[in-house]
């Protein structure tokens, strides 16, 4: 069965509230309890001291009442005597100097002095715990990014990746062309990490920024490497992840979960949504991408349970059915254990006005019951966690394009997310089934491939989706595609899309960045969609024009073209519409290829499936405020505001 969990803080709370708290929660329903994220200062009061004794109760209390444990590594906030201890672990800011303690997450992950207080913490703690049959799973640290500290130790170990990578300065100098503005080194000491206080990532080497970024992910995968092989030192069949949010400085999430057994997400929908429906769907956008890590169901290790009001004014409480239509919302994308955050809002510490279930009052509530609404619907479907979820759709994501994008802005506006959300956006308002998927990840079984701006550019790549469309698939291309080689460095000789030419039949003879402003493009089937950001100026070489430009020198050039290749076919936008446009490409795209889609669906509605030998599920979400319905095989379909109705392969609605 999917099962619910809980974050609890024991040591946040009197002991005498410990055994009413875990019988309200498994009679709510919740089946594993999250413990320990933040709890070291308790757990190793001083060096080498070390106290489960309290951590022993508390997991004793909560299985005592039928639930399991998922042990946090609590790794995300040493003891402030380590700092004192060893100042070296202090993470440095832009400024290379050490930055406040006092918070969190102060820790430089890099660091080899921390790294040992870090192991062996969390070697104490396996050592007790891994292996008993009440603990579910391993959560590792909490929400990591990708490292960009500035401490001597890292700055060492930026180089000592460069030199592992290049072996020569020259080698180094060839590949980052810094010939430009005097950037050749001749000693490997000479390297600083891209950053300063007056950050203007536009003026540093885009060669070095990508790289940098390749190292901090790569710094996060092993820091992640080193508490795994540890925990499954123990326990070589712990299920072993680590909580993900999508922040400013994204992680190579492939590198990350690459020795994790299942992804994990905190998920935190939005609370105001916007009347326009502008961003509607983007919360399915963050669920789908996260089942892309492993290519399988995930969790969910934090989940919406109440008003934000952590590190920032408060926000509006949820609306009703907000908490249960986000949680199933989650399960319907591939969540197979939905774990609340968190049981009780704190009475101290600067999270105390962010909204846990309870409120400080400890009564019942609004929020309580409608995670036991959730907890009984899934005990209405016993089997649903035997059962996944497969696309014919699949849309690419590489974190070279996120971190090459990121610190070389192409126009104002443009954004790679906001690439690939203008397509998810699109397949979630049409209910077509889709698969995020790493841009390495075989093709096989799917009939369309979505590729936006392949930027820093993968030859093998474009030779294997040329194979896909000569074989009856079809392919999408988009604006800054082929741009890069693998160093971050323009392509030289051929025209854009470069290693893409020969499949989309088109090229750009001239682009215009337009950035804010708004223009026009004509398609040929006589609809008009406004467009902006960016204008790739298409030549065709064999393809058909899709849409033309009707404003400035280029009206009547082509923006859109599509190019039939062996079997299949090739379309490339040059330029980046409004919603409409995206539709329109995938409406006809599912009726070349047969791919089920639902036309006629309301603003805000996501349908989604789920299938396997647990049966066939269809999830049908109103991500609005708004009720609304629609027609479905005959019938009407109504949905309340926020409201989730759910199918069963044998008609029967749940
Ligand atoms: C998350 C974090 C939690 C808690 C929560 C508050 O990002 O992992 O520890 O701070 O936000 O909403």
């Known amino acids: 069965m999917i099962k619910v969990g809980m974050a609890y803080y024991p040591e946040q709370w009197d002991r005498s509230l410990w055994e009413d708290d875990a019988a309200r929660m498994a009679k709510l329903g919740v089946r594993v309890v999250r413990l320990a994220e933040f709890a070291w200062s308790r757990l190793e009061p001083s060096e080498g001291r070390f106290h489960f004794g309290w951590l022993d109760s508390a997991i004793d209390t909560i299985t005592r009442h039928g639930m399991q444990v998922l042990l946090c590594t609590p790794t995300n906030s040493a003891p402030m005597w380590l700092y004192t201890d060893h100042p070296e672990t202090v993470q440095c800011g832009r400024d290379g100097r050490p930055i406040a303690t006092?918070?969190?997450?102060?820790?430089?992950?890099?660091?080899?002095?921390?790294r040992r207080y870090a192991a062996r913490i969390t070697t104490e703690m396996a050592r007790r715990y891994a292996g008993r049959?009440?603990?579910?799973?391993?959560?590792?640290?909490?929400?990591?990014?990708?490292?960009?500290?500035t401490c001597p130790s890292c700055r060492e170990a930026?180089?000592?990746?460069?030199?592992?990578?290049?072996?020569?300065?020259?080698?180094?100098?060839?590949?980052?062309?810094n010939e430009v503005w005097s950037g050749e080194i001749s000693d490997w000491e000479q390297i600083q990490p891209p950053v300063s206080e007056d950050y203007m990532p536009d003026w540093y080497n885009p060669a070095c920024m990508l790289d940098y970024e390749r190292f901090g992910a790569w710094c996060l995968a092993d820091y992640v490497r080193q508490q795994r092989d540890i925990i499954k030192g123990y326990d070589p069949d712990a299920t072993v992840t680590t909580n993900s949010w999508f922040c400013a400085n994204m992680p190579d999430f492939q590198q990350e979960y690459a020795c994790l057994d299942v992804a994990a997400y905190d998920n935190?929908?939005?609370?105001?949504l916007p009347e326009d429906g502008e961003t509607l769907y983007s919360n399915a956008f963050g669920l789908d991408l996260v089942r892309s890590f492993k290519r399988k169901n995930f969790w969910i290790l934090e989940q919406l349970a109440g008003a934000g009001g952590c590190w920032s004014p408060m926000g509006p409480a949820p609306e009703p059915g907000m908490i249960e239509g986000y949680a199933m919302q989650a399960v319907a994308h591939g969540a197979d254990l939905v774990s609340f955050f968190r049981w009780r809002s704190s009475c101290s510490g600067a999270e105390m006005l962010g909204h846990g279930v309870l409120d400080h009052d400890d009564r019942d509530n609004r929020r309580l019951a409608e995670i036991g609404r959730f907890c009984r619907r899934l005990e209405q479907m016993p089997d649903l966690d035997r059962t996944s979820i497969r696309g014919q759709v699949a849309m690419l994501y590489?974190?070279?394009?996120?971190?090459?994008?990121?610190?070389?802005?192409?126009?104002?506006?443009?954004?790679?997310?906001?690439?690939l959300r203008l397509f998810h956006d699109a397949c979630m308002g049409l209910g077509i089934g889709l698969d995020i998927l790493p841009e390495d990840a075989p093709l096989e079984g799917y009939k369309a491939v979505l590729a936006p701006t392949h930027y820093v550019t993968d030859p093998a790549l474009a030779r294997r989706l040329?194979?896909?469309?000569?074989?009856?698939?079809?392919?999408?291309?988009?604006?800054?595609?082929?741009?890069?080689?693998?160093?971050?460095?323009?392509?030289?000789?051929?025209?854009?899309?470069?290693?893409f030419r020969r499949l989309c039949g088109c090229r750009v003879k001239e682009y215009d960045a337009i950035g804010a402003r708004r223009q026009h493009i004509a398609a040929a089937d006589g609809s008009g969609y406004d467009v902006t950001g960016w204008c790739?100026?298409?030549?065709?070489?064999?393809?058909?024009?899709?849409?033309?430009?009707?404003?400035?020198?280029?009206?009547?050039?082509?923006?859109?073209?599509?190019?039939?290749?062996?079997?299949?076919?090739?379309?490339?936008?040059?330029?980046?519409?409004?919603?409409?446009?995206?539709?329109?490409?995938?409406?006809?795209?599912?009726?070349?290829?047969?791919?089920?889609?639902l036309e006629g669906l309301p603003l805000g509605v996501e349908v989604t499936a789920r299938r396997g030998q647990g049966g066939l599920y269809r999830f049908f979400f109103n991500n609005t405020l708004r009720a609304v319905d629609f027609p479905l095989d005959g019938q009407t379909v109504a949905l309340a505001p926020m409201e989730m109705k759910i199918q069963a392969g044998d008609g029967r609605w749940l």
């Open 102 to 114: 006092g918070i969190r997450g102060h820790r430089c992950i890099q660091s080899p002095v921390f």
């Open 133 to 149: 049959p009440e603990v579910y799973g391993w959560q590792i640290d909490n929400e990591l990014e990708s490292s960009h500290c």
């Open 158 to 177: 930026f180089r000592r990746w460069l030199r592992e990578r290049y072996g020569t300065t020259a080698a180094l100098n060839k590949a980052w062309g």
């Open 268 to 272: 935190y929908p939005p609370m105001v």
């Open 398 to 419: 590489g974190a070279d394009q996120e971190f090459a994008l990121k610190n070389q802005r192409q126009s104002e506006g443009f954004a790679y997310w906001t690439q």
């Open 466 to 499: 040329e194979g896909f469309t000569a074989q009856g698939g079809t392919v999408v291309i988009t604006n800054r595609s082929g741009v890069k080689d693998k160093h971050n460095n323009c392509l030289f000789g051929e025209p854009l899309p470069t290693v």
């Open 536 to 597: 790739d100026i298409l030549e065709p070489e064999g393809a058909q024009v899709w849409a033309r430009y009707t404003e400035k020198f280029y009206a009547g050039a082509a923006a859109v073209t599509k190019n039939a290749f062996g079997t299949g076919c090739a379309y490339y936008v040059g330029t980046v519409g409004e919603r409409a446009l995206y539709r329109a490409l995938m409406a006809e795209i599912c009726r070349e290829r047969d791919i089920p889609m």
